[in-house]
């Protein structure tokens, strides 16, 4: 098993910076990357021209002491120097050949998993009960599943979490109304369907807005509920239990895993952060409210903003459970990387609790906490993603909607198929896009949700990637190959289409790096589109099935291998491949 070219070089580069100069340059950033031009080679140390001034050396000089220090021969030709003491490093087809052939016989790619796993919390998805999940939680849900996904690949322990919004005091609003419309909902333990609660919870709301006596009803009916109150109680499980089967639906159909810990769950620890932050000093009065007055967040004035913790009225918010969240998380989940999915309207939010959460002291330094922001789903007319009455479109008339379009176009592609296959390509392909749609953006950018683009064959799209990986299948059943039992000691490289293939497969693991590190899934998306145009432009000139023996080993190498990329990579994006379509 070996680690990402990348990694293993910075390594390398560094004890050989540290062997030239002395110790005190271990920590000397190496400066190695892929090459931008293949007449550069593949890989560079550009590390010799920022040690010039220390060492008061000419920078070729720097470089040919590096070079005499490094031992990369195994991996690659001689390095030579260009420019201002620029390191080009040349990968060895020898090298190419023998990698490829552990990749091939390993289910990971001869991918390593880490020496020293993370324990990671990946809080995604997370929804409100009684309210609609909508686009947001959708990219939440997708973009969480693919980080946890590749976490978990690289050998870290992942704990996903579903933070959902089973608490506050909208729900007693809700339970004020459910006893008015349905009261025997509450006497009795076996759920009864109280239909569309997202129509419950608009009816509530209304009657909540214009009533006076109900608001002071539903007030009561938080304290109740928060004292433990039998009935109250049932109420909220009741409209937890609902909720919780609509979400259940979409998580089957996108397939994803997620463990429940909603804000009730931190409930018993809110006012242990107010006694904690009152301990440490932090916490002031401002307008009966309990507060942090947070650093470098300023009203209009240009006075501090408050991060209020405790209402005047006792009540706790969204931070302050959050606040208890993070806390637990590091004390009891004993997490070491602590990663939210939300959108972007958030980041304040984010930076304020990890400032309050690092100033109290709860943060140790090996404990990393990261918000992973995302922008809007606009629509075709690049407003706020709605359907044309206005309402945020239902989830799961979405996913319909793209299994339906994808199934249209196998029912014309391909007619004479039975009933069953054509429905399982239609979901793989539907759900597919869907999730690769998303996935391939920046996910800080706003992107525009149009079937018409996720469900093109070409371009950077799910069916694009999904017909790559079906070609391969083809060139096997109709050469009648047992890819497993390929000789692939045999692997020879000659021809260019062949190598530029091979190097792109071996860079793999970092496009895996990239994504675990910078937790953006778009660049393993924008890996496999070009491993997808790298492998048809090989196809396109390199014969296979018709090719002399020696070449056509090799050959079939490469194709057996790009597709258990391709089948890897769309996996850790959550995706599915087909073997025909
Ligand atoms: N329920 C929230 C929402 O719908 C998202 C929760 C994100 N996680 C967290 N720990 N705050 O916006």
Known sequence: MTTSILSDLKIRFSKAIAAAFGEEYANHDPAVAPSKDAKFGDYQCNAALGLTKKLKQKPQDVAAQIIANVQVDDMFEAPTIAGAGFINLKLKLSYLEAQLAKMQKSDRLAIAKVDKPDRVIVDFSSPNIAKEMHVGH???????????????????????????????????????????????????ADAIAIGDLVE???????????????????????????AGGTEA???????????????????????????????????????????????????QENQGALCVFLEGFTNKDGQPLPLIVQKSDGGY?????????????????KATRIIYVTDIGQSGHFAQVFQVAKRANWIPETVQTTHVPFGLVMGDDGKKFKTRSGDTIALKSLLEEAITRARADIETRNPEASEEFKQDVAEAVGLGAVKYADLSQNRTSNYIFSFDKMLALQGN?????????????????????????????????TQDPEIVLAKHLLQFAEAIDAVAEELFPNRLCQYLFELSQKFNQFFEQC???????????????????????????????????????
Request: with cysteine; charged share 30%.
């Open 138 to 188: 959708l990219r939440s849900t997708i973009i969480g599943d693919s980080i946890a996904r590749i976490l978990e690949f690289q050998g870290h322990e992942v704990l996903r979490l579903n933070h959902v919004g089973d608490w506050g005091t909208q729900f007693g609003m809700l339970i004020s109304y459910l006893r008015e419309v349905y009261p025997d909902a509450l006497t009795k």
């Open 461 to 493: 799209t799910a069916p694009y990637m999904l017909y790559a990986y079906v070609r391969v299948q083809g060139i096997g059943r109709k050469g009648e190959i047992d890819f497993a039992s390929l000789n692939v000691d045999a692997v020879k490289l």
């Open 233 to 283: 109680k049932l109420a909220w499980q009741l409209l937890c239990e609902q909720s919780r089967r609509e979400f259940q639906k979409i998580y089957d159909a996108l397939n994803i895993q997620l463990e429940e810990r909603g804000e009730s769950f931190y409930n018993q620890f809110l006012s242990d952060v107010v006694t904690d932050l009152r301990e440490t000093g932090l916490l």
């Open 200 to 226: 419950l919870y608009r009816a509530a709301k209304k009657r909540f807005d214009e009533d006076e006596a109900f608001k002071e009803t539903s007030r009561n009916a938080v304290v109740e509920l928060q």
């Open 317 to 333: 918010n969204y931070a302050t459970t959050d606040l208890a969240a993070l806390r637990y998380r590091i004390r009891e989940d």
């Open 543 to 581: 014969p296979v099935l018709q090719a002399e023996e020696s070449e056509r080993i090799s050959r079939l190498s490469l194709c057996d291998i790009t597709a258990k990329t391709l089948k890897l990579g769309l996996n850790l994006l959550g995706i599915r491949v087909l073997e025909r379509m």
